[in-house]
């Protein structure tokens, strides 16, 4: 048994497919069908019915799934644990989904390090869903995310609220639509857009948007990345939805309000039931006291 055969086993489990797993982990399928296979041989059982395409853990399955989320915490506690060592830094691995890091990261980590210059951050991008998840499954001890402002949090999961935003409608200031002072959904009809892919909040909540009001969302393209998203609004006449926060450096883009907002809440976010490390708590409780509003 190798830890990379645990690896690609906990991921399809997590998956639920093998191609999926597969590009996650960016390799082939046939390299983590190869791995579950000869885990199967050497305890000489089955760990997974296959039926129709799915993946059912057997109870042999379900064990060894059990074991090895335990084993592989500890490995990665062991790798961070000698980096730092060897490194003489502390790790700091935050959960953060990829648009919110460009106004909120930067900051927050120049004002932490000047008090703690031997800490490593390292930023795991994770939309908001995924992000949460990983903080349940223990993957991951702190995450900054987002929620709406009367969206119930996982119940495993404290939270804390750093900043308030909202999504715009976002153009180039010379799309037709840049003029008006407010935007309604309706208005949006078949207006090209970019959004976020499904597993973020925000392409989820427009999405709802779009649904409640009949109106047709006409998807050009999905991205998280938020370069991308300016580089088309600045190229073309694609529209956008992004938090407030992003547009105010922005001579060429125009940020319209919606006329029924869609606001929501960045949040430092962490497991309930788990003793943070020390340098995870030092930076939560530099995060309760901070605040991006002043």
């Given amino acids: 048994m190798k830890i990379i055969q645990l690896q690609y086993f906990v991921e399809v ?3 639920n497919n093998i191609s999926k797993a597969a590009k996650k982990l960016y390799v082939s399928q046939p390299a983590i069908s190869t ?3 000869e885990l199967e041989k050497e305890f000489n059982t089955t760990l ?5 395409n799915q993946l059912t853990l057997t109870d042999e399955g379900h064990f060894l799934y059990v074991q090895a ?12 644990d000698m980096m730092s060592y060897v490194k003489k830094t502390e790790i700091l691995k935050i959960g953060i989904p990829p648009m919110i890091g460009t106004f909120f990261v930067p900051k927050i980590l120049d004002e932490f390090t000047k008090d703690h210059p031997h800490v490593e951050f390292q930023l795991i991008e994770l939309a908001s ?10 993957e991951i001890s702190l995450g900054l995310t987002v929620k709406e402002k009367k969206e119930a949090f996982p119940e495993s999961l404290n939270y804390h609220k750093v900043v ?3 999504l715009l409608f976002v153009v180039n200031k010379n799309h037709p639509l ?23 909040l925000q392409s989820s909540l427009v999405q709802k948007a779009f649904e409640k009001n009949n109106t047709h969302l006409n998807i050009k393209l999905r991205t998280n990345q938020l370069y991308t998203i300016k580089e088309l609004l600045n190229r073309n006449y694609l529209g956008a939805f992004i938090f407030n926060q992003l547009i105010e450096k922005e001579p060429n883009l125009v940020g319209i309000p919606l006329k029924h907002p869609i606001d929501l809440e960045i949040v430092i976010a962490w497991r309930k039931d788990i003793p943070l490390k020390d340098v995870s708590q030092d930076f939560l409780n530099y995060m309760l006291s901070y605040s991006l509003e002043g």
């Fill in 13 to 15: 489990v997590k998956s």
């Fill in 35 to 37: 791995a579950i296979k």
């Fill in 48 to 52: 997974f019915i296959r039926y129709n």
């Fill in 69 to 80: 989320v335990k084993l592989l915490q500890e490995f990665d506690k062991v790798h961070d």
């Fill in 129 to 138: 869903k995924a992000n949460r998840e990983a903080m349940i499954n223990q």
């Fill in 164 to 166: 308030n935003t909202t």
């Fill in 178 to 200: 840049a003029k008006k002072k407010v935007i309604d959904i309706p208005d949006l009809d078949n207006v090209p857009l970019v959004l976020m892919k499904e597993d973020a």
